[in-house]
């Protein structure tokens, strides 16, 4: 079994989506039945919010129950400054909570104060935190991940590097004092749409190489981020560069790449 740890489905119509542009070629309803033909060797998945509203997580639960088994995981949204809500929202299929850091304006928004006792109860709920977040929030994450060592924390997209720019630092050096920690793992995805448009091979291969070398395959997962892959060359030129990107790991680290560490972290 291998496992897309990270995607999306949406419908324009919910009205919920503010990052998504009505210019942009992804702005159009997107379902499972889209996502089928590109899975080829994937028979597992977890479906990953997309907007801020409890309405998306409710959304992406009515999803996974008519997937027929497809969807194994919803990674949800929840406001965090109102920890009861938690309860409200507990699902067997609600594996962990997403909140959109990238958008905030403040990078160190997830150490407020009124934000702790959401993440304790989350921690008690074995629920997983999906960190999205860009390079200046690296070192606000990794004082929450330290002050939270019960909580699994999964750093989305590699910390979105920047790929395009060429640029290893600051990313480098805080994504390793983030692996440092234990209770922090990494997904492989959302890569390709931080790089040039034209991009190779190539210019993932350090970044990638980083990873693996400071979380090392146990620690990692891989995911597609679809459909916003299909800005950066769709589903399939992804998964071919991954595998590419893998050939130097034994058979055994590359599974536990493809499915191990996604079937231990959101399998619980």
């Given at each position: 079994m291998h496992i897309d740890s990270h995607h999306h489905v949406w419908r324009v119509d919910r009205g919920d989506y503010g990052w998504l542009r009505p210019e942009s070629p992804i702005c159009r309803d997107f379902g499972l039945a889209d996502m089928r033909p590109h899975l080829g060797d994937i028979t597992a998945t977890v479906l990953v919010q997309a907007a801020p509203t409890e309405a998306e997580t409710l959304f992406m639960l009515e999803t996974a129950a008519g997937s027929g088994g497809l969807v194994r995981g919803v990674v949800g949204w929840a406001d965090l400054t109102?920890?009861?809500?938690?309860?409200?929202?507990?699902?067997?299929?609600?594996?962990?909570?997403?909140?959109?850091l990238h958008d905030l304006p403040e990078p160190d928004w997830i150490l407020r104060p009124e934000v702790q006792p959401a993440l304790e109860e989350m921690a008690a709920r074995g629920l997983v935190f999906d960190a999205l977040v860009r390079p200046p929030h690296l070192p606000f994450l990794r004082r929450m991940a330290a002050r939270h060592p019960k909580l699994r924390i999964v750093l989305d997209h590699g910390g979105k590097p920047e790929i395009a720019m060429r640029r290893m630092e600051p990313w480098a050096e805080e994504v390793a004092a983030l692996a440092a920690l234990?209770?922090?793992?990494?997904?492989?995805?959302?890569?390709?749409?931080?790089?040039?448009?034209?991009?190779?091979?190539?210019d993932l291969r350090p970044y990638v190489a980083h990873m693996l070398r400071v979380f090392g395959p146990q620690r990692l997962m891989w995911g597609s981020d679809w459909p916003v892959v299909d800005l950066a060359g769709g589903y399939r030129h992804w998964r071919n560069a991954t595998l590419a990107l893998l050939t130097g790991l034994s058979a055994a680290e590359r599974e536990r790449v493809l499915s191990g560490t996604a079937a231990e972290v959101y399998g619980r």
């Open positions: 109102q920890p009861d809500r938690l309860a409200v929202l507990s699902h067997p299929m609600l594996k962990g909570l997403r909140p959109m234990p209770n922090v793992v990494c997904k492989l995805s959302g890569l390709v749409t931080e790089a040039a448009p034209d991009w190779q091979v190539e």
